[in-house]
């Protein structure tokens, strides 16, 4: 599980953790994150993720903390006593209580689609605009995945998954500093140093190493 921040434009990874299936729920993590995200110092402007992760629990906590939302619902999700699917018509805005929270929330439809948020003024046609944002966080975990090795590793130790998943975060953010300097993508910084046509700058790192020494 991936927290990350981008303006729309750039997109940098900030933590992880790994669910391995056992004492903690994925929500647990999501809520474990968002606890580092603030005691870290960070005010976001606004918090996007998909619809698995709007549980009451993840809602309450951001409205809580003053930190405005945008999600997808699932069409079975309940406003003001009736699901969203039920709700006639293929384009509307409404804003009521979804069941289980403790403050209104503005809903919006588009198509098959459900979009929600507690902050008044995207409560409208904006708020599907904000949501596609979130592309940006899912590039992040699809380099991390398939670019950087995240799925192919064979370690079973706890320790060594942690520290395999920590060098990807750690190779992403120096591509992502290079070939921001060089006007390229991701992918195809990655595949110029792959093909020796690029060295990867390292002297980020220096600080680290001189610490570590």
């Known amino acids: 599980m991936v927290l990350a921040w981008t303006d729309g434009k750039r997109r940098i990874p ?7 299936g056992e004492e903690e729920s994925k929500m647990d993590l999501a809520l474990a994150l968002l606890e580092w995200a603030k005691e870290a110092g960070f005010r976001p402007e606004g ?3 998909d619809a698995w992760y709007a549980a009451r629990q993840v ?5 809580a903390h003053g930190w405005p939302f945008v999600t997808r619902l699932r069409s079975n ?7 969203l699917r039920r709700h006639g018509g293929t384009r509307w805005v409404k804003a009521g209580r979804l069941r289980g929270l403790t403050f209104a929330v503005g809903v919006l439809k588009r198509g098959g689609k459900f979009y929600g948020t507690d902050r008044e003024r995207w409560w409208g046609v904006g708020m599907r ?7 940006a966080i ?16 064979r370690h079973w ?8 998943l920590a060098l990807g975060l750690v190779a992403y953010g120096l591509i992502k500093r290079q070939r921001e300097g060089l006007g390229l993508s991701f992918y195809q910084c990655r595949r110029r140093l792959i093909a020796g046509k690029l060295s990867l700058d390292l002297s980020p790192l220096l ?5 570590a020494a």
């Open 14 to 20: 900030l933590a992880f953790l790994p669910y391995f």
């Open 47 to 49: 918090v996007l993720f």
């Open 59 to 63: 809602l309450e906590w951001l409205h």
């Open 77 to 83: 999700r309940v406003l003001d006593g009736v699901q």
């Open 129 to 135: 605009e904000i949501y596609r944002l979130r592309q």
């Open 138 to 153: 899912e590039e992040i975990f699809r380099g991390l995945q398939q670019e950087l090795g995240w799925t192919e590793h």
């Open 157 to 164: 130790r706890r320790a060594r998954l942690l520290a395999h």
């Open 207 to 211: 600080p680290v190493q001189v610490e």
